[in-house]
C-alpha cells in the first residue's frame, strides 16, 4: 500500500506525579481539578472524531487510595542523589488528608481511557521515573516497569506496550529493558542541539526550545517514518515533533503563533507523506480549558482537512511501530 502521512498524538497523564518537585500542590488545586474533567472531554473529543491517541500514564495513577498504592510499590525504588525527586516522599506529605487524593489518583479515568475507542493506554513509567537522574540504577528501572505492568493487570487492564520517558530523560542504554518488559515503542526527542540535554535544563536550550514552538529555530518537525531505525529486540523509537504550548492568557499573538506553526508543520509533514508527532500534558490545559479545547479543536479539525486532501491517517504510538515493522497499514491506522 501507498504511504500516506501520520498524525500521532501522545499525550504525558500524570497529575502531581508530574510536577511534585517544582511546584507546591497548594496553589495548584484548581488547576488538577480542571484536568480531570479535561481528560473526559479529550476522550469525548477523540472518540467522535476518531483521533488515535497514545495515553503514557503514571502507574501510581491507577492506584485507589494511598494504602493501595503502598501495595503495588516495586521490590527496588530509585536511589537519587536528589533525594527531592523521589515520589515516593509525598505519602508523609500529603496521605493524611483524603481530599487531596484527586491529585494523586485516578483509577476511573485511566478506565475510561482504556475503554474509549482508538486510545492506547501507554505507561509514563510507575514513579515518573527519571532515567537520567544520578543515583538511581537500571534494576531500579526494570522493577518499576514491573510495578507498572502488576497495577494494570490488577485493574484487568492490558500490560502497556508503549512508554514515553519521564521528563524527556530519553536514555538509550535503557531501550533493552524496556523491550524486555514488554515495551515495543518509545518517544525520543527531536533531533535539535536544544534537545539533547534534557537533566541539567540550561537556560539557553530552554530559550531555543520554547522560540522553536512559536518561530522555525530548529530542524524540520516531521519525518518519514522510514528514518526510524530500530534493532531487533528493542523498541522502536517515535521522535516528538512539536510539544503543544499551554495557552499564554496574556499574550493571544504568541497563542496564534503557535498554533499557526503547528498548522504549517502538519500540512508540511501530510505533503512530504510524513509522520507529525504532536505531545503534551493534560495538565497543560488547566489553566485554561476553555481556550485550550477550542485551539485543540482547530488542530483536529486541520488535521481532518489534510486528511481529506493527503489522506493523512491518525495513528497511536503502538500503531506506528507496527507500520515500522511490518511496512503495511490501512486507512483507518489500524493494522492489516
Known sequence: MQNKPIFTISLDFELYWGVFDK???????????????????LLGLFEQEEVHVTW?????????????????????????????????????????????????????????????????????TFCHYYCKEQGQTLEQ??????????????????????LVFPRNQFNQEYLKVCYEEGINSVRSN?????????VEDKLLNKVFRTGDGYFPLGQRASFPLSSLQYEEGMPVAIPASRFLRPV??????????????????????????????????????GDHPEQSMADLGVIINHFKQLQQKYGMVSMTMQETQEYVREGKYSASGVKQ
Open 23 to 41: 511546584v507546591l500542590l497548594e496553589t495548584k488545586q484548581t488547576y488538577f481539578s480542571n484536568t480531570r474533567h479535561i481528560v473526559t472531554e
Open 56 to 124: 503514557a500514564t503514571v502507574g501510581m495513577l491507577f492506584a485507589q487510595d494511598w494504602q493501595e498504592w503502598q501495595e503495588y510499590q516495586p521490590t527496588q525504588q530509585p536511589t537519587y542523589v536528589n533525594k527531592q525527586l523521589s515520589a515516593y516522599r509525598l505519602q508523609e506529605l500529603y496521605s493524611q488528608d483524603s481530599a487531596l487524593d484527586n491529585n494523586f489518583f485516578a483509577p476511573e479515568l485511566v478506565k475510561q481511557i482504556a475503554n474509549t475507542p482508538y486510545q492506547e493506554l501507554a505507561t509514563h
Open 141 to 162: 528501572f526494570r522493577e518499576d516497569l514491573r510495578a507498572a505492568k502488576r497495577i494494570a493487570s490488577a485493574k484487568g487492564l492490558p500490560a502497556p506496550a508503549s
Open 190 to 198: 527531536p533531533k535539535d542541539w536544544f534537545w539533547k540535554d534534557t
Open 248 to 285: 499564554n492568557g496574556s499574550k493571544p499573538l504568541l497563542n496564534k503563533l503557535r498554533l499557526k506553526r503547528i498548522l504549517n508543520e502538519m500540512t508540511e509533514a501530510a505533503r512530504r507523506k510524513e509522520c507529525y508527532h504532536l505531545w503534551w500534558h493534560p495538565h497543560n490545559f
